[in-house]
């Protein structure tokens, strides 16, 4: 899939843009605070009706304005697309595609998805094991609805056992209730896990091979999940994850009444990152970091190509700084297949790109 064209009006700092883009590869330019992130974040939003930096539409109106509009030109599905939004400060958006009024953000990423790195991401490798199960949750929501559910079921019955436990001092009785939530989270939580062991050996896989090339094959990034002590093998069955769950519950109840805290499940997994046998984390420079984050989104984005057929739209923000030569040039032209945004500052970086289109942003124009 693809973004051919793309209409801003009064959007962030443009006040009016119409841009076409290069069906393959369509690098950014320009100076800090031009509008280069604001271009990638407008394209997100045509995507899955949310910014990726911001929870208010308000703040995507252009100062001083009252509405706002983003138009994109899409082909995927072998066919062409028209997706408007009109987005207001005092009142609901309003969504089109071809015409006809949307109402959710799933009927835009049936026409359009988007993989998005920002700097942010980097928290991917740095960051405590929240920001990886985010990865994992976000991707396999989008793609597999049977983990959306599973997700959603997991977080209602973690929520109602947690104020148990909490509450339980004051009223001992509502511990009654706990084997129910108990048998929620162990069937709830033996999906998730099914779906994220799949999930993290294809991640793994093209991670791997991403971050090899990128490296000029100097590093080896490894990528293993890790979820609950006593499953010993997540591939199994999911009644042999279920087993393996309620021994393990069973074995920390005590401690869970003792702490009042929800101790036992997979709301604990991580993905552990090693860069040549060193946990990344730990131990790995700026350009690793920037490198393996990389490597990560790439491989998200092979997945979704494997299970819905096309490459979502790739947009690297601020990517190439940081990076040495040889690595800049895998980004600027080795990332094979669909579409590539990719913003920097300096066209002195461009030096080694082969192929096409460059805008200069500057002050809200697009050159
Ligand atoms: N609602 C808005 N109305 C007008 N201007 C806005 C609005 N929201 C953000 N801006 C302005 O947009 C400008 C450019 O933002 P953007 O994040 O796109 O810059 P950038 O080119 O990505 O810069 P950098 O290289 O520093 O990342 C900022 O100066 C900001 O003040
Ligand atoms: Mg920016």
Known sequence: MRIDKLTLENFRSYVRADIA?????????????????????????????????????????????????IKGNVFSRERDFCVEIDLFTARRRRMKVNG?????????????????????DLHLIREGAAARRRFMDSALCQLRPRYAAAHAEYARAYEHKTRILRDSEEHPSLLDALPEFNEQLVRAGAAII??????????????AAAHFDCSGGREQLQLSYQTVKTVEDPFADVSQIEAALRAHQASHDAAE?????????????DIFVTINEKEAKAFSSQGQTRTAALSMKLAEREIFKNVTGEYPVLLLDDVLSELDPRRQEFVLNRIGGGQVFITCCEDDRLASLTGGRVFTVQNGEVF
């Open 100 to 120: 006809v009024t949307v109402k959710t953000a799933s009927e835009l990423s049936d026409v359009l998805n988007t993989v998005f790195f920002s700097p942010e």
């Open 257 to 269: 009444r003792a702490s009042r805290l929800c101790l036992s499940g997979p709301h604990k997994d």
């Open 21 to 69: 883009f290069d069906s393959a590869c369509n690098v950014i330019c320009g100076e800090n605070a031009q509008g280069k992130t604001n271009l990638l974040e407008a394209i997100v939003y045509l995507s899955c009706a949310r910014s990726p930096r911001s929870r208010s539409d308000r703040e995507l109106v252009r100062f001083d304005a009252a509405q706002s509009f």
């Open 194 to 207: 099914h779906y994220r062991a799949q999930f993290c050996r294809r991640l793994a896989e093209y991670a």
